[in-house]
Structure formats: structure tokens, C-alpha cells
Nanobody, 115 residues
């Protein structure tokens, strides 16, 4: 089993910054891609950013230039640095990790951006 614990969410004013963290533990030998998704009320869960084990990244168009995903393999941790936050970034942010072909979700962390 794989456990994911997210942290770093909160309330921030528009234009502000937040940094999300997600720590993986348990049966995590061979972590592949790590990523962040978000789900706003009444909407589907969408990909925000993903990083492969080799460090390649991909971002949703809506966050390019504002968000940066990174990972620390020694700490089994993935980060999402968010700058220039907008009210439309308000959502629950979920960490997702691929291990041996199986995907695991974190519990989610709320990000609220006030105008």
C-alpha cells in the first residue's frame, strides 16, 4: 500500500503564492510519475502538473508560467510551487503518484484564493 500526505494549502489573496507538498510512504519502491490535480466545486478533477521519474514536466495551459512542479526522490516528495494565484485557482488539490503501474491519490488539500 502507498500512503500520500499533502500539506501547504490554505487561504491566500489573489497574486499571492503557496507551496504544496506531498510525501509518499509505504510500498513505494519504483515511484514513476508524480503529479497534482485539482477539483473545483461542481467540476471534474483536472491535471495541473506532472513530473516523470526522469524530471520531465507537463503543465495545464492555465498554470504555465505561474506554477512549478518538482520532486525530491530522496524524500519521496513532490512539490507544487504556485505564484500569481488567481481566484479561479481555488480548488481541492490532490497529489497522485504512479507506483508499479498503479495510481494512488492523496486526501486533498484546499486552496482558496480570494479576490
Amino acid at each position: 500500500q502507498v500512503q500520500l500526505v499533502e500539506s501547504g494549502g490554505g487561504l491566500v489573496q489573489a497574486g499571492g503564492s503557496l507551496r504544496l507538498s506531498c510525501v509518499a510512504s509505504g510500498s513505494i519502491l519504483g515511484i514513476n510519475a508524480m503529479g497534482w490535480y485539482r477539483q473545483a466545486p461542481g467540476k471534474q478533477r483536472d491535471l495541473v502538473a506532472v513530473i516523470t521519474s526522469g524530471g520531465m514536466t507537463n503543465y495545464a495551459d492555465s498554470v504555465k508560467g505561474r506554477f512549478t512542479i518538482s520532486r525530491d526522490n530522496a524524500k519521496n516528495t513532490v512539490y507544487l510551487q504556485m505564484h500569481s494565484l488567481k481566484p479561479e485557482d481555488t480548488a481541492v488539490y490532490y497529489c497522485r503518484v504512479m507506483v508499479a503501474g498503479a495510481g494512488y491519490w492523496g486526501q486533498g488539500t484546499q486552496v482558496t484564493v480570494s479576490s
